[in-house]
């Protein structure tokens, strides 16, 4: 089984401020992560994943995260946030069940609302 | 621009109706996947198809809620009868399995249900 959890429900920061958003996930086997974005009234979209190799990932919006597997962490950044990065932020893993099939898990969700 | 489409966008109905909810995948999609969201619960998985077959419908209440895919080009979810406590926001996804969770899913608007 895995899980994500995602320490934090809400983030506030300024306008043009630096932002990290926490994930932290389990499981018992090699796992593909990602990160998605949620805008209000929409549905998810996708920032970035993490599939093999290289440990920092780039995305869209200037996003990047960066994966620690002794941490089991998979943290969200961004160096300087604007007010159109106000959305909710899901982090999600999934892993090859071998079967050619495959499920999302997804945490709860950050709100991240920036302050002019 | 491929994307995956849900009808009806919004829909308010009362208690004991039957409700179907339509979605399209994007096309060469094998993969079809039914999302619930609400404040409480977060995002919760509810079934998932692969060419056509249910591979996993264990989140799902079986009592009143039904999903099939009658051709590759549409998935419907039903619920009947319908219950307060089924107002959320339904999500489809799709996705291409080639290579297990290394396939990202693309989601839907959603349908925002209401039931009085």
């Known amino acids: 089984a895995q899980s994500v959890t995602q320490l934090d429900s809400q983030v506030p920061v300024f306008e043009e401020a630096p932002v990290e958003l926490r994930c932290n996930y389990s499981?018992?086997?090699?796992?593909?992560l990602f990160w998605y974005v949620q805008y209000p009234n929409q549905g998810l979209q996708l920032l970035l994943k993490y599939l093999s190799g290289s440990t920092l990932v780039k995305g869209i919006n200037g996003f990047e995260a960066e994966f620690n597997k002794s941490q089991t962490s998979f943290h969200l950044r961004k160096p300087s946030v604007h007010i159109s990065d106000t959305a909710e932020y899901f982090c999600?893993?999934?892993?090859?069940?071998?079967?050619?099939?495959?499920?999302?898990?997804f945490g709860k969700g950050t709100k991240l609302s920036v302050i002019p | 621009d491929a994307r995956v489409t849900q009808t009806p966008r919004h829909k308010v109905t009362e208690m004991g109706q039957e409700v179907t909810m339509r979605c399209q995948p994007i096309?060469?999609?094998?993969?079809v996947f039914w999302y619930r969201q609400t404040m409480m619960q977060g995002l919760e998985l509810l079934a998932y198809?692969?060419?056509?077959?249910?591979?996993?419908d264990s989140g799902m209440p079986k009592d009143r809620f039904s999903a099939e895919m009658p051709d590759a080009t549409l998935a419907t979810l039903k619920i009947q009868p319908s219950e307060p406590r089924d107002s959320a926001v339904y999500f489809c996804?799709?996705?291409?399995?080639?290579?297990?969770?290394?396939?990202?899913?693309?989601f839907g608007p959603g349908t925002r249900l209401t039931v009085l």
């Open positions: 198809f692969r060419n056509r077959a249910p591979l996993d």
């Open positions: 096309l060469g999609h094998n993969t």
């Open positions: 996804a799709s996705g291409l399995a080639i290579a297990g969770g290394r396939n990202e899913q693309f």
């Open positions: 999600a893993v999934s892993s090859d069940s071998g079967a050619g099939s495959y499920q999302l898990t």
């Open positions: 499981s018992s086997v090699s796992v593909y």
